[in-house]
Every structure is written in structure tokens, then in C-alpha cells.
């Protein structure tokens, strides 16, 4: 062996040197990545607190529940069902429209509801039930998420206390909940703009899934709602002048509403409503966080039955069993369109009248709830679905009214 031999490490030694700085080094790297993600997790959870929303898995789960679901992933304030529900009987000899017009063709009824993502449906005539229909894996006893149909049921609400003198019309915002007050124009808005979404609160009425951040996206996240509205007075136009859908107007009811009675949405509605609609289920109403306030402009949980006993209610102008429970001219005010169109529709106290409307109106909600009342046909239909944000609502309106002229007076 020579010293060149004694000298140098043979091609083995080396690698075997090697190996271990090469491990040491793979170390450090994964330790470095795993600190790294750490912190990013970290600061994501941080910066989801600090932006009063829920934390990311929370988030990473809305992207991936259906829309009818969703409030289950919410703090959520019970509505106990009705002591004595209200029956809905089996309608006899009347059925639904095999095929009816769908964006100009006459295709099976049930296609367009598999077409529109349809959960359950449920058509009332004379308040009977002429029939109903469920996706696989729901029922009549399934709770839905009602989305915006939830500020129909608000405006009864505020009907309510209207009827019992707790408030009017031409009260202005800021007087009924004086922590609002701004010195500015914010200050002009009365309770009717807020009804008729005419306030011109600059609340952007976006809806998106990848960045929820801002606007009405933000404002269903918010874990802190009243510190939402109060960060949130700018004004997009005169209170009044013209009529914008913002859901933040609906938001403000609900404060307005438990400013004035002291009450909860939920106990307000469990007690007004629920109790002498005879609903035959619990519901729930979702939260900012556990114990804290309603999200007025949606996120309302029921069955299909009760949403359609909140319908007949109004159908039956607010009287149940010979009781009126929401005041008859408040009944006149949701089915009379307010001056200012919203979104070239007629729109009067959270209700809807869709266009080519004649008595009918309907509760709408995004992803395709409805809750459609027509008077003179005497029927209501309940719709929930997974569709589009609003994705064929005329369409769908437009076989409710099919399907009620279908079943005449």
C-alpha cells in the first residue's frame, strides 16, 4: 500500500462520510419547513382572531359543505318548537303539473329540480299539502339553512313590534340604538329605509368564496357583529333616495329589534312567531360566536314544513286559529311594493315581488330559497336548495307561478 493510499479516503469512506452531513443538513431543512408552517398556521390563526372571523378550519370547511348545511358550522341560539304544531293535511284529488316551462321548454317538473339543486320542496293549496319532494338522504324533518329568507321572517318581526307600538316607521336608526350615532347623513336613516334596503350603508354585497373578507362576505364571518356595524357607517348615497340591496340593512333590524324589546332574534321568534305558527320542530338561529347575537340577514335553520307554516301564515294575512298574530296592515306592507325598485324588482319590507309579478311575493334567499306566496291562488311554496348565489331566480319564480295557476283558486 502506498501513502497515496494511507492518505486518501477510499469512494466507501467518503460516502459514508457523507451520508451523514447530507442527513444532518435534510435535517435541519425539515426542521426549518416545519417551523416555518408552524408560524404560518400561527399567524393564520392569529390574524382570523384579530379579524374577528372564524379561525382557518372553520374557513377551509365553508368551502367545502353545501350551502343548505352550513349552519351546522356556527354557534347557533335554539327556537323550540310549537307546544300544539300546526297540522298541514294531505290536499285530496289535486296534484302538480307533470311538466311545466323551463327557459322556453317543457320539461318534467322534477328535472327542474334536480336541475336547481333542489333539497326539498313542499306546495301548499287552501293549506293543504298537494305535494312535497326530497333530495336522497333528507326529509321533513332536515333542517335547512334559509340564507336570506331569513329577512322575510325579521320583517314580521319588526311588524310585530310596529303593531305593538315599539316602533315606527319614521324612527331614526340612531335613536334606537344611540352608540351609532355619527353626527353625519348616516344619521338620517329611518327604520323604513332599512326595511325598504334604501339606507345607503356602504356595505358591499359581495359573496366570495376564495376571499371572504369584505363586505357582505365578512359580515356572515364576523364573530363580533355589533363591533361590524359599528366600524361600518359610510354611506354609499343619500338615506332613501334609491333603493340597494345590502344585507347590512337587515343586520341593523336585528339590532334595532333587540335594542328595543331586550330580547334575543331567536326568543322574539320563538315566541311571536313559532309558537303561534305551530311549528313542529325546533329550529336554530346562527351566531357571531357562542352567546352572542343573530346574523338577522340570514342563517335561520328549519324544516321545510315550518318555513311553509311561516308562509301560510302570511298567506292567511297574519291570522292563525282566529288570533292575529302579525297585524293585518303589516301584512298590506310586505305585499305593496315600496317606491324604490331593488335590483329592477319590487321590494317592500324584506320581501320580494320578482318581476311580471301581480299579488304573488316571495321570501328569496341565496343558493336558491324561497318561501313564494300567492294570494289569489291561495298558495305557498317552499323551495331549498344548493344552486347557484343567484343563479335562475326568475326561472324558479316563474314555475311557482306556473304551478299555483296550475292549481287555480
Known amino acids: 500500500m502506498t501513502d497515496d493510499d494511507l492518505?486518501?479516503?477510499?469512494d466507501d469512506s467518503a460516502e459514508a462520510h457523507a451520508s451523514?452531513?447530507?442527513?444532518?443538513?435534510?435535517?435541519?431543512?425539515?426542521?426549518?419547513?416545519?417551523?416555518?408552517?408552524?408560524?404560518?398556521?400561527?399567524?393564520?390563526y392569529v390574524g382570523t382572531a384579530v379579524m374577528?372571523?372564524?379561525?382557518?378550519?372553520?374557513?377551509?370547511?365553508?368551502?367545502?359543505?353545501a350551502p343548505s348545511e352550513q349552519g351546522e358550522l356556527?354557534?347557533?341560539?335554539?327556537?323550540?318548537?310549537?307546544?300544539?304544531?300546526?297540522?298541514?293535511?294531505?290536499?285530496?284529488?289535486e296534484a302538480l303539473p307533470e311538466r311545466v316551462s323551463w327557459k322556453g321548454k317543457e320539461i318534467p317538473l322534477e328535472q327542474v329540480l334536480t336541475d336547481t339543486h333542489t333539497r326539498?320542496?313542499?306546495?301548499?293549496?287552501?293549506?293543504?299539502?298537494?305535494?312535497?319532494?326530497?333530495?336522497?338522504?333528507?326529509?321533513?324533518?332536515?333542517?335547512?339553512?334559509?340564507?336570506?329568507?331569513?329577512?322575510?321572517?325579521?320583517?314580521?318581526?319588526?311588524?310585530?313590534?310596529?303593531?305593538?307600538?315599539?316602533?315606527?316607521?319614521?324612527?331614526?336608526?340612531?335613536?334606537?340604538?344611540?352608540?351609532?350615532?355619527?353626527?353625519?347623513?348616516?344619521?338620517?336613516?329611518?327604520?323604513?329605509?332599512?326595511?325598504?334596503?334604501?339606507?345607503?350603508?356602504?356595505?358591499?354585497?359581495?359573496y366570495r368564496e376564495w376571499w371572504p373578507f369584505?363586505?357582505?362576505?365578512?359580515?356572515?364571518?364576523?364573530?363580533?357583529?355589533?363591533?361590524?356595524?359599528?366600524?361600518?357607517?359610510?354611506?354609499?348615497?343619500?338615506?332613501?333616495?334609491?333603493?340597494?340591496?345590502?344585507?347590512v340593512d337587515t343586520q341593523l333590524l336585528g339590532m334595532v329589534l333587540r335594542e328595543v324589546t331586550g330580547s334575543s332574534l331567536a326568543a322574539l321568534l320563538e315566541r311571536d312567531l313559532w309558537q303561534p305558527a305551530g311549528a313542529a320542530a325546533a329550529a336554530t338561529w346562527n351566531l357571531d360566536h357562542d352567546g352572542g347575537v343573530e346574523k338577522a340577514f340570514?342563517?335561520?335553520?328549519?324544516?321545510?314544513?315550518?318555513?311553509?307554516?311561516?308562509?301560510?301564515?302570511?298567506?292567511?294575512?297574519?291570522?292563525?286559529?282566529?288570533?292575529?298574530?302579525?297585524?293585518?296592515?303589516?301584512?298590506?306592507?310586505?305585499s305593496t311594493p315600496a317606491p324604490h325598485a331593488v335590483s329592477d324588482w319590487g321590494y317592500s319590507a324584506q320581501w320580494w315581488h320578482p318581476e311580471g309579478a301581480d299579488d304573488d311575493f316571495t321570501a328569496i334567499g341565496i343558493h336558491g330559497q324561497y318561501i313564494f306566496v300567492d294570494p289569489d291562488t291561495h298558495t305557498v311554496i317552499v323551495k331549498v336548495s344548493d344552486h347557484g348565489t343567484e343563479q335562475d331566480?326568475?326561472?324558479?319564480?316563474?314555475?311557482?307561478?306556473?304551478?299555483?295557476?296550475?292549481?287555480?283558486?
Open 74 to 93: 356556527f354557534a347557533a341560539r335554539e327556537v323550540a318548537p310549537a307546544e300544539q304544531p300546526r297540522a298541514l293535511p294531505a290536499a285530496t284529488g
Open 120 to 206: 326539498g320542496f313542499l306546495v301548499l293549496h287552501h293549506g293543504r299539502v298537494v305535494d312535497d319532494w326530497y333530495a336522497d338522504g333528507v326529509g321533513d324533518t332536515t333542517r335547512f339553512s334559509s340564507w336570506s329568507v331569513a329577512k322575510s321572517v325579521v320583517s314580521l318581526l319588526v311588524g310585530q313590534a310596529i303593531g305593538r307600538g315599539e316602533l315606527s316607521e319614521a324612527d331614526r336608526l340612531v335613536d334606537l340604538v344611540p352608540k351609532l350615532r355619527t353626527g353625519k347623513g348616516y344619521d338620517a336613516i329611518t327604520l323604513r329605509d332599512l326595511l325598504d334596503m334604501a339606507s345607503g350603508v356602504d356595505v358591499a354585497e359581495n
Open 7 to 10: 492518505q486518501q479516503p477510499s
Open 20 to 44: 451523514p452531513v447530507r442527513a444532518r443538513r435534510w435535517r435541519r431543512r425539515v426542521a426549518i419547513a416545519g417551523l416555518v408552517l408552524a408560524l404560518a398556521v400561527g399567524a393564520s
Open 214 to 247: 369584505t363586505g357582505t362576505a365578512r359580515l356572515f364571518l364576523s364573530t363580533d357583529l355589533p363591533g361590524y356595524l359599528v366600524d361600518h357607517r359610510g354611506l354609499r348615497f343619500e338615506p332613501g333616495s334609491k333603493g340597494e340591496y345590502r344585507s
Open 298 to 334: 340570514c342563517c335561520l335553520n328549519a324544516t321545510v314544513p315550518d318555513f311553509a307554516r311561516i308562509g301560510q301564515l302570511v298567506l292567511d294575512r297574519g291570522v292563525v286559529d282566529g288570533r292575529q298574530v302579525v297585524p293585518e296592515a303589516w301584512i298590506d306592507r310586505i
Open 52 to 65: 374577528h372571523v372564524p379561525p382557518p378550519h372553520t374557513l377551509a370547511r365553508l368551502l367545502t359543505t
Open 393 to 409: 331566480e326568475l326561472d324558479t319564480v316563474q314555475v311557482m307561478r306556473e304551478i299555483a295557476v296550475h292549481l287555480g283558486g
